[in-house]
């Protein structure tokens, strides 16, 4: 009674053959119909996947200009800032307005040659403002005005402060910050 019968319900004899009607179940996995043959470019053993290559170098002037603009006068703002707080001209905040200019440039704008260039007279520009920034808060807190007043309608009062102010460590900056905006613009594109 331990031998198994086939149920009565199934009325089809047991099928030997293929299992469902697929023919290719139980074959065995056929080989290569010939040995691997090593090609012209095989890998060696030890070898290394090729490098990457280099991602494309942007070269887009017009943002790396925008870029610099938009850093130079943010830049300005803050040297004037500190100047007006402190009542001195700060080398390395001459060096930080060049740098963030030329940073600015050379990442958005790519390897471009005129971007350093570009870079370098906005630092100008932007050291220049600065200053001017500086002495109009200066002024402001001297003549208890308002900073947009001083600015805006004594702008050439402004100014003569500057001229009488300006002394040779003055113009060390501006070349300070130009380097650093040609530098910074030309590390950056890198």
Known sequence: MSQSAPSPQS??????GPVGGN????????GAPYPPQPGAYAAQP????????????RNNVVLGVVAAVVAAVAAAALYGVV???TKHEIGYAAVGVGFVVGLAAGK????????????AIL???????????GE?????????????EVFFQH???????????????????????????FSGAKKAAR
């Open 83 to 85: 100047i007006g707080a």
């Open 136 to 148: 109009a808060v200066i002024g402001a807190d001297a003549v208890h005005l308002g900073f947009s």
């Open 23 to 30: 023919p290719y179940v139980e074959q065995a996995p056929a």
């Open 11 to 16: 009325s089809q004899p047991p099928q030997s």
């Open 46 to 57: 030890g070898a290394f996947a090729p490098p990457a290559p280099p991602a494309p170098g």
């Open 108 to 119: 958005a704008g790519g390897r471009n040659p005129a971007l350093p260039v570009v870079s």
């Open 123 to 133: 630092a100008l520009g932007s050291v220049y403002l600065g200053q001017l920034v």
């Open 155 to 181: 702008f050439d009062v402004v100014q003569q402060a500057w001229k009488d102010d300006a002394d040779p460590l003055t113009f060390l900056f501006f070349a300070i910050a130009a380097f650093a905006a």
